[in-house]
T-cell receptor
């Protein structure tokens, strides 16, 4: 079993829909990153959180440390949100472990 | 733009060869991390340096080595290259006292 499980693996939605991507992990962590990777390959860190909830524009990330679960939400989704979203818990201070990614496609 | 730079962007080489990938962290960041992203293994942590010293090691092969120089840039050396080493190699940096990592644009290595 992978240390980090993301669901769904693939998600296609229409512009304007509310999107939720889930991440469950089995390892002890100090924080968790949500990363975005566009088709060109570059990786952008969207959030790092260790408790509660963070919001940045149309993106919201939540984490429940006790449940070992995090979610990434996108409100009013747009075609430019199409990308792979990767959950990456941080073990200790150094080691990121990675989910397999969720490929999101938003159709106009 | 994260402020982390990596060179080269693309590298094509042959099996058995040796290559060096370079990373310059954001100004002021002391930690550098190297990651490999391959089609079959996904993203994997390779190694971390902090202010010139190795801090943590992940799934890094013995054929691979890294170092961080006094000016804080880092190099990842890959030798005796195999077809399976073809991947995207990312570096990331973080400032002391925080765990937030900022990723470079990556180097795409193709081994023929």
């Amino acid at each position: 079993k992978n240390e980090v499980e993301q669901s769904p693996q693939n998600l296609t939605a229409q512009e304007g829909e509310f999107i939720t991507i889930n991440c469950s992990y089995s390892v002890g962590i100090s924080a968790l990153h949500w990363l975005q990777q566009h088709p060109g390959g570059g990786i952008v860190s969207l959030f790092m959180l260790s408790s509660g909830k963070k919001k940045h524009g149309r993106l919201i990330a939540t984490i429940n440390i006790q449940e070992k679960h995090s979610s990434l939400h996108i409100t009013a989704s747009h075609p430019r949100d199409s990308a792979v979203y990767i959950c990456a818990p941080l073990q200790g201070a150094q080691k990121l472990v990675f989910g397999q990614g969720t490929r999101l496609t938003i159709n106009p | 733009d994260s402020g982390v730079t990596q060179t080269p962007k693309h590298l094509i080489t042959a099996t058995g060869q040796r290559v060096t990938l370079r990373c310059s962290p954001r100004s002021g960041d002391l930690s550098v991390y190297w990651y490999q992203q391959s089609l079959d293994q996904g993203l994997q942590f390779l190694i971390q340096y902090y202010n010139g010293e190795e801090r943590a090691k992940g799934n890094i092969l013995e054929r691979f080595s890294a170092q961080q120089f006094p000016d804080l840039h880092s190099e990842l050396n890959l030798s005796s290259l195999e077809l399976g080493d073809s991947a995207l190699y990312f570096c990331a940096s973080s400032v002391a006292g925080t765990n937030e990592q900022f990723f470079g644009p990556g180097t795409r290595l193709t081994v023929l």
